[in-house]
């Protein structure tokens, strides 16, 4: 009934899937903060502010990583500068990720990580342009 076997064969549509939602939700950070939207407590920073240029990546970043151009690039740079914003904005401020707010800045970090060695999976335009296999790592 449960055969793993399977369930790998879609590997490379599940890795898509994950690829495309977190790099929505990253996004939406930088949409939130660069152009108001959706509203929150966060939308519209100050221009050239450590915030802006976070808001900056994050909507380039995301952009890039939801259609899967540059994939293992904009990940490596996502992974990084959510590295920087644990430890710089969130690290100071409690030992534990769950008492900083800092455990999105984590995950984040660990799934662009990962989406650098893994690739973008299919439905990628790194894909498209035959940059990457469609199939998913090891395929």
């Not at 977190?22 to 450590?50: C, N, S």
């Not at 909507?59 to 996502?78: K, N, P, Q, S």
Request: hydrophobic share 55%; charged share 15%; proline share 6%.
């Amino acid at each position: 009934m449960f055969d793993p076997k399977h369930l790998s064969n879609w590997t490379p549509h599940a890795l898509a899937i994950l690829r495309i939602v977190v790099g929505l939700i990253f996004l939406e950070h930088g949409t939130q903060k660069l152009l108001g939207f959706p509203p929150g407590e966060r939308a519209f920073v100050e221009a050239m502010t450590m915030s802006w240029w976070a808001g900056l990546l994050e909507l380039v970043l995301g952009a890039l990583i939801t259609v899967g151009l540059f994939t293992r690039v904009a990940a490596f740079i996502a992974s990084g500068e959510m590295a920087f914003a644990y430890w710089i904005a969130h690290a100071p401020r409690d030992v534990f990720p769950v008492n900083n707010g800092g455990d999105a800045a984590i995950l984040y970090c660990f799934v662009f990580l990962f989406l650098v060695f893994a690739g973008p999976g299919k439905w990628s335009l790194d894909a498209w342009r035959g940059a990457e296999s469609p199939h998913g790592p090891n395929v």
